[in-house]
C-alpha cells in the first residue's frame, strides 16, 4: 500500500506542460462539488465542507499573525519526510511529520483535533457519572458588556468575579446542600458590532444527586453572580439571561451541526463552543477571520486581540480531583495535536523538496495540502505521485 515518491515517474501521456496540465491531473482525483453545507458529503472521498474551511482559515491567520506557531503549523517539516497515512477506522488521511501548533484559539485545524478529544473526554465523564443516578448540570454565567471594553480587561474582572463567587460562604453551602463534585469550566467569546466582546463561562457541575428542578438552583447561583458582578465593576447581568442552568434531559436542544458531528450535546457546549456560529448579528473568533478574508481589516485586528487576550489559557479547567474520578488519560492540547491514530496505514512518502513545491502550489481552489490528502484518500499513491510529478519544473520535464 505504502510509495515512495521517488520511485517510477508517470509515463508521458500524464506529464503537462504548464499549470494547465496540473489542472486536469487534480480534477482526476480532487474532492467533489457537491459538499453539503449543513454536514460531510454522503458521498466516500468527497471533503468535509468544515474540513476544507478550516484549512482555507489557517493560511489567513497565518498572514495576520506571521511570527505565530499557528503560521507554521502543517507546513514545516520536523521528520525526514512527510507521510501520508490513513485511518483503517474513518478512511481519511492525514499528515506525519509536520509541526503543529497545538494551539486550540487560533489555529482551526489544531482547534477541531483537539476539541474532538475534549469532547469525547467529557462524554465519558458525563456517561459514567449519570450512570451512577446522579446529575451533571450545565451552568453558564453571563455580564452586560460594552462596546468600548478591552476583551483583555473583561476577562481579568470576569476571573477575580469568579474566584470571589466560589470563595463565598454561600456557595460553599449551595455545594454541600446540593452534594456537588466538582465542575469543569470552558469560557467562551463573541463579539458584537453594537456591544463589543461578550465574554461567558459555561461550565459542567457534577452533582451527587439526581436534581429535576433546577428553578431554586438557578434563583441563587444568580443571586451570589450578581454580587460578584457588581463588586468587581461588571456590566450587571439580567435575571433571565444572567445564569442558565440546564440538564442532560436538555441536551437535545443543543442539537446542531459541526464539523463531522451530528449532535450538540452538554460536553459540545464545553468543548467546542469557541467553534460554533455566533448569532444574532454577533461574530465567533473564527468567523472574524471569514470577515477578515473578505477585505475587513478591523476583523483581523479583533482576532489578534481575541488570540492575545486568550494566549496560555486552558481550553477546559478540571476542579481539583475531578477528572481523577473517571477513567481519562490526561494529556496536553499539544500531546493531542502530535496524538497519531494506532490504527493507520502508510499511503505515501513526500519528500522535502516535493512538499515545499506541494506548499507553493497556488493554483488549485483549495488549499494545496487538503489537496493532497484528497487526492491520496482517493487515488492513492498513484494520484499522489501523478500531482508531484506535474509541479516539476519544465526544464526537468519529460516530454
Not at 380 to 386: F, H, L, T, Y
Request: hydrophobic content about 35%; glycine content about 6%.
Amino acid at each position: 500500500m505504502s510509495s515512495s515518491i521517488s520511485s517510477n515517474l508517470p509515463n508521458s501521456n500524464k506529464t503537462r506542460t504548464g499549470k494547465a496540465g496540473s489542472l486536469g491531473i487534480m480534477l482526476n482525483h480532487r474532492p467533489t462539488s457537491d459538499i453539503k453545507a449543513s454536514g460531510t458529503s454522503k458521498n466516500k472521498g468527497s471533503v468535509s465542507s468544515y474540513k476544507q474551511l478550516r484549512y482555507s482559515r489557517q493560511p489567513s491567520v497565518g498572514r495576520l499573525m506571521p511570527q505565530s506557531s499557528t503560521a507554521k503549523c502543517l507546513k514545516v517539516v520536523v521528520n525526514d519526510s512527510v507521510n501520508i497515512v490513513k485511518s483503517k477506522e474513518h478512511g481519511e488521511c492525514h499528515y506525519v511529520g509536520l509541526m503543529t501548533c497545538g494551539n486550540v484559539w487560533t489555529c482551526p485545524i489544531c482547534a477541531a483535533k483537539i476539541s474532538e478529544r475534549r469532547r469525547k473526554e467529557l462524554k465519558a465523564a458525563i456517561v459514567q457519572h449519570e450512570a451512577e443516578g446522579r446529575s451533571v448540570l450545565l451552568i453558564t454565567f453571563t455580564v452586560s458588556h460594552q462596546r468600548e471594553e478591552s476583551l483583555q480587561g473583561l476577562l481579568e474582572r470576569l476571573s477575580k468575579a469568579s474566584i470571589w463567587f466560589y470563595a463565598h460562604r454561600t456557595y460553599k453551602e449551595l455545594k454541600k446542600r446540593y452534594m456537588k463534585r466538582g465542575r469543569v469550566r470552558a469560557m467562551e467569546v463573541n463579539h458584537g458590532q453594537a456591544n463589543g466582546w461578550h465574554p461567558h463561562m459555561h461550565e459542567l457541575w457534577f452533582l451527587d444527586l439526581n436534581l429535576h428542578d433546577y428553578s431554586i438552583l438557578k434563583a441563587e447561583i444568580f443571586a451570589l453572580w450578581l454580587k460578584a458582578c457588581k463588586r468587581f465593576d461588571l456590566g450587571l447581568p439580567s435575571e433571565e439571561y444572567g445564569v442558565d442552568v440546564r440538564g442532560g434531559d436538555k441536551a437535545a436542544s443543543y442539537v446542531t451541526k459541526f464539523g463531522d458531528q451530528d449532535e450538540w450535546g452538554l460536553e459540545s457546549e464545553l468543548s467546542k463552543s469557541h467553534l460554533k456560529k455566533a448569532k444574532n448579528g454577533s461574530r465567533s473568533p473564527f468567523q472574524l477571520i471569514d470577515s477578515y478574508q473578505e477585505g475587513d481589516k478591523q476583523a483581523g485586528a479583533l482576532f489578534i486581540e481575541y488570540a492575545q487576550a486568550f494566549k496560555g489559557k486552558r481550553q477546559l479547567t478540571w476542579s481539583r480531583g475531578l477528572k481523577n474520578q473517571f477513567d481519562l488519560e490526561d494529556l496536553t492540547d499539544e500531546e493531542i495535536a502530535n496524538k497519531e491514530e494506532d490504527n493507520c496505514e502508510l499511503v505515501v512518502r513526500v519528500s522535502k523538496d516535493d512538499w515545499y513545491k506541494v506548499l507553493k502550489d497556488s493554483f488549485t481552489e483549495i488549499d494545496s495540502r487538503l489537496m493532497l490528502l484528497q487526492l491520496a484518500e482517493n487515488g492513492g499513491s498513484d494520484a499522489v505521485n501523478r500531482y508531484l510529478f506535474s509541479l516539476k519544473k519544465p526544464d526537468k520535464m519529460i516530454h
